[in-house]
């Protein structure tokens, strides 16, 4: 399998549920993002692991927590989440590059995120 | 900071039309520049990545162009077809931003009409 996978592709949890968003990469890739994306909004970002390493937080609610335990591997915890938190949430990954910067960007297909 | 404008928001053409898609950013200090395509419900679908000192990708019937210096990207679509209908988006890499440098333009919603 190539490409980045999520999973679920779909979830409906109640505000007092805990759930986890996972996201799986099969390119190589050395930096993992997690984006929030809400209707009429732009893409935003919530975080990012570069080599497994926490390098950003957008002052992102302590109700989602990330977790990256290798550089394939990323999940995004959910606890007691509100209802405005419905959204797609898409993960991405890329190599970063000597001179700094990133790479092509590779999403995968998003888990759709309703809170009741 | 970065700040990436896509204009236009929404635009609709009959097939076979050829377009352009506008992203402006105010930082010319920048790595790449990348379009991505989006259908409904889906994820973001790389299209063409153009680093800071190309002037021009292509793929297929899609031409990007990059001028860095008025900070200006131009998505060119040859020869539209109903399959085109997305959302296009651009996403600017700054020059010190790191892994978190990508600002994203809130994209243009396109619509080809068969």
């Known amino acids: 399998e190539t490409g980045v996978t999520q999973t679920p592709r779909h979830l409906v949890m109640g505000m007092t549920n805990k759930k986890s968003l996972k996201c799986e990469q099969h390119?190589?890739?050395?930096?993992m993002y997690w984006y929030k994306q809400s209707a009429k909004k732009p893409l935003e970002l919530m975080f990012v692991?570069?080599?497994?390493?926490?390098?950003e937080n957008n002052s992102v609610p302590s109700r989602f927590s990330p977790e990256c335990p290798n550089s394939s591997h990323l999940f995004l915890h959910l606890h007691t989440l509100q209802p405005e938190d419905s959204a797609l949430y898409l993960c991405?990954?890329?190599?970063?590059?000597?001179?700094?910067?990133?790479?092509?960007?590779?999403f995968g297909e998003g888990s759709r995120l309703t809170v009741l | 900071k970065q700040e990436v404008t896509q204009i236009p928001a929404a635009l609709s053409v009959p097939e076979g039309e050829n377009l352009v898609l506008n992203c402006s950013f105010t930082?010319?200090?920048?790595?790449?520049l990348q379009w991505f395509r989006q259908d409904p419900g889906k994820g973001l679908t790389s299209l063409l990545l153009?680093?800071?000192?190309?002037r021009e990708q292509t793929s297929g019937r899609l031409n990007a162009s990059l001028d860095k210096s008025s900070g200006r990207s131009t998505l060119y679509i040859a020869a539209s077809q109903p399959g085109d209908s997305a959302t296009y988006l651009c996403?600017?890499?700054?020059?010190?931003?790191?892994?978190?440098?990508?600002?994203f333009g809130k994209g243009t919603h396109l619509i080809i009409q068969p």
């Open positions: 930082d010319s200090a920048i790595y790449n």
């Open positions: 692991y570069n080599f497994k390493e926490q390098t």
């Open positions: 996403a600017v890499n700054t020059v010190g931003g790191g892994a978190d440098g990508l600002t």
């Open positions: 390119l190589g890739h050395n930096a």
């Open positions: 153009i680093q800071s000192s190309q």
């Open positions: 991405a990954s890329s190599q970063l590059t000597s001179g700094g910067g990133t790479g092509e960007l590779f």
